[in-house]
């Protein structure tokens, strides 16, 4: 038996939010997590003699809890983040080639430019694009009856090169669900965060070390510095809960069980996972509940490995119309040069590809966007089959809060009501607002 410490459970990024924002507030916690390294979805993998990632992951200027907290924990943003200006472009391998880019002027001005010049856009697109600002603006970035995101491009009248090369790709790099499934006030809420407030809300953030490096090894260093304990490759077997109050949980830690008192406990697991440990308490039904009407979409990651020279025409490069969604230059982000990234969102006929089949169509379609020796060497396919949950419409209705019904029991995760979809600072977000609930 030892002596009592907040109890987190899971290392994802919501997790250790919360244990770095616990710890700073000079609160000891004890942090489990069943795998063998801390980062959940957003962790680094090996690929012959790199260091990856699991998934390839973008952040926004207007992601400030992420900023924050990595700063909390001795990260240099400027240096473990490179900030690229807005600058969007899309390539259709029938149409034209879409560019956005936006200029050094106040928000939104910069987006309004951005489109009255973006090449690939004539004047009845242009004119869309902006109707859709207005349409936003007008409903005050929230609509009482939510609809889907395809719902969304028909009352604003969006051409169809908007929806193709700009709304759609957009839309799945955020919400990685489907545009007719797609919630359209989630998608509305970031849109007013990344375009409404600062032009530098709007700048992408492309890591340039692996990410674990970006936060998790450094908040564990962190944790464990302010008087804190990590246990991985550490299962919680079982909350124990007396009355209506957490009492303890028990743990297996080297396959033996162990039990650690505690009056509070964050639940910072997956959502597929939290009925694994709450589902039996007639308190938490509602939670149960509403986790079980959740669905899934997967991301895959390819990486190809071309010789040193080559690299694509910009750092980062969007696609329509093809397999390929998003493609990065990491030899220009994180100085692995030869190594091409592509994101595929959603479900889609890519998931019934083999590995060999995946990458050569992928290989194929990149082509004619690298510069330099076109011969692939290697490749290394990722697959997330549940990698966010679907943020479809009214999403926000299901979404649980963080505090439960049981005193001293708290959840954590990108799914829970942020407001935000699947990411990155959702996670970190839901993570605060659960440590923030503990006095």
Request: with cysteine; hydrophobic share 40%; aromatic share 8%.
């Amino acid at each position: 038996m030892t002596s009592e410490s907040v109890i987190i459970i899971g290392a994802g990024w919501a997790g250790l939010a919360a244990a770095v924002r616990l710890s700073e507030k000079g609160i000891k916690v004890s942090l489990f997590e069943s795998a063998k390294q801390a980062g959940g979805r957003a962790r680094s993998v090996t690929f012959n003699d790199l260091t990856v990632d699991n998934g390839q992951h973008l952040l926004i200027g207007a992601y400030t809890e992420c900023l924050h907290l990595m700063k909390t924990v001795g990260i240099d943003t400027s240096s473990a983040l490179k900030r690229l200006p807005l600058l969007l472009t899309v390539v259709d391998q029938k149409y034209s080639t879409l560019r956005l880019k936006a200029p050094y002027l106040p928000a939104p001005l910069h987006l309004l430019y951005a489109l009255i010049t973006a090449k690939g856009l004539k004047l009845k697109d242009r004119l869309a694009a902006i109707n859709f600002g207005l349409f936003l603006k007008k409903n005050n970035y929230q609509l009482k009856q939510d609809i889907s995101v395809n719902e969304l491009f028909k009352r604003t009248k969006q051409t169809d090169i908007l929806i193709r090369q700009l709304w759609v790709p957009l839309c799945l790099s955020i919400m990685n669900t489907p545009t007719d499934d797609a919630s359209a006030n989630v998608f509305m809420r970031v849109f007013k965060d990344a375009f409404t407030n600062k032009k530098s809300d709007a700048d992408l953030l492309v890591p340039t070390v692996d990410l674990s490096k970006l936060f998790p090894n450094a908040a564990i260093k962190y944790i464990e510095t302010k008087g804190g304990s990590v246990y991985l490759k550490s299962r919680i077997e079982k909350i124990n809960i007396e009355g209506n109050q957490v009492t303890s949980v028990t743990a297996k830690i080297d396959n033996k069980e162990e039990t650690f008192n505690t009056s509070n406990i964050i639940v910072a697991t997956a959502p597929q996972n939290i009925n694994k440990l709450i589902a039996k308490h007639t308190n938490l039904e509602s939670v149960s509940n509403k986790v079980e009407q959740y669905s899934y979409q997967p991301i895959v990651t390819v990486y190809l490995q071309y010789s040193q020279e080559v690299q694509l025409s910009q750092p980062m490069l969007g696609f329509s119309n093809t397999i390929s969604q998003w493609a990065f230059d990491r030899g220009v982000l994180c100085e692995q040069r030869g190594l091409i990234s592509v994101v595929i969102s959603c479900d889609g006929p890519h998931m019934a590809l083999d590995d060999d089949t995946l990458t050569q169509t992928v290989h194929n379609e990149i082509l004619q966007n690298l510069i330099g020796s076109t011969a692939l060497l290697n490749a290394f396919v990722i697959r997330e089959k549940r990698a966010t949950f679907a943020c479809s419409v009214n999403i926000n209705d299901i979404r649980p809060e963080n505090k439960t019904d049981i005193k001293g029991l708290f959840i954590a995760g990108d799914y829970t009501n942020t407001h935000y979809p699947a990411t990155l600072e959702g996670a970190v977000r839901s993570g605060i607002t659960a440590s923030s609930l503990i006095k």
